[in-house]
């Protein structure tokens, strides 16, 4: 059975930090696309973060220089370290898997092969 599980989410104070974790089982992890996906409430999924197969690594203009992206592929394991957060930041954040290749970061937004059930991310003062 596929299951991504994030956690690490919670509230912060603009200008702070989090750290998400993503904890992948029962496929093949590495033979993945993985990556970060946000939704905000009443708006479409977009891909912040993605690392393709190869060790490419994309972000969003809006999260680039404040996030990054790792994974850990004995632990099956994805984080994304959020840095400078903005209110603008506050959305639920999904975990991620597509094939490999191009336009992976676009494609984790739109049926993904697997997803999980997110975390709630929250920037207030």
């Known amino acids: 059975q596929v299951q991504l599980v994030e956690s690490g989410g919670g509230s912060v104070q603009p200008g702070g930090s989090l750290r998400l974790s993503c904890a992948a089982s029962g496929y093949s992890f590495d033979g993945y696309c993985m990556g970060w996906v946000r939704q905000i409430p009443g708006q479409e999924r977009v891909g912040i973060a993605a690392?393709?197969?190869?060790?490419?690594?994309t972000y969003s203009d809006s999260v680039k220089g404040r996030f990054t992206i790792s994974q850990d592929n004995a632990k099956k394991s994805l984080y994304l370290q959020m840095n400078d957060l903005k209110p603008e930041d506050t959305a639920m954040y999904y975990c991620?898997?597509?094939?490999?290749?191009?336009?992976?970061?676009?494609?984790?937004?739109?049926?993904?092969?697997?997803w999980g059930q997110g975390t709630q991310v929250t920037v207030s003062s």
């Open positions: 991620a898997a597509d094939f490999p290749g191009l336009g992976c970061i676009h494609r984790l937004a739109y049926k993904p092969d697997f």
């Open positions: 690392i393709d197969r190869d060790g490419t690594i």
